[in-house]
Nanobody, 116 residues
Framework: QVQLVESGGGLVQPGGSLTLSCVAS????????MNWYRQAPGKERELVIG????????NYADSVNGRFTISRDNAKNTLYLQMNSLKPEDTAVYYC?????????WGQGTQVTVSS
């Protein structure tokens, strides 16, 4: 059974940092491209950043360039998102994701709130 469990969200002041984690199980984590999405209130879910099985990252949201870094530890079946210089517009529920064939898999999400 595939499981993706995110953690690490919370309330942070503008300019602060957070690191999100996503622990995966039930599939061969090291073989798949993994992604972070986010969904802000009243908005559609947005693909933010991804990392290939070989460890190559790709930014999909210009707004996070230079501030967010994705990484993975295949030995721990864990995906990370390091978020620096956070802005109020980064407030959202953050989800990890991968796709096996045509089927997407999602975690339950972790809330990130950037506010003073």
């Amino acid at each position: 059974q595939v499981q993706l469990v995110e953690s690490g969200g919370g309330l942070v002041q503008p300019g602060g940092s957070l690191t999100l984690s996503c622990v995966a199980s039930g599939f061969t984590f090291s073989s798949y491209t993994m992604n972070w999405y986010r969904q802000a209130p009243g908005k559609e879910r947005e693909l933010v950043i991804g990392i290939s099985s070989a460890g190559r990252s790709t930014n999909y949201a210009d707004s996070v360039n230079g501030r967010f870094t994705i990484s993975r530890d295949n030995a721990k079946n864990t995906l990370y998102l390091q978020m620096n210089s956070l802005k109020p517009e980064d407030t959202a529920v953050y989800y990890c994701n991968f796709r096996r064939g045509w089927t997407p898999y999602w975690g339950q999400g972790t809330q990130v709130t950037v506010s003073s």
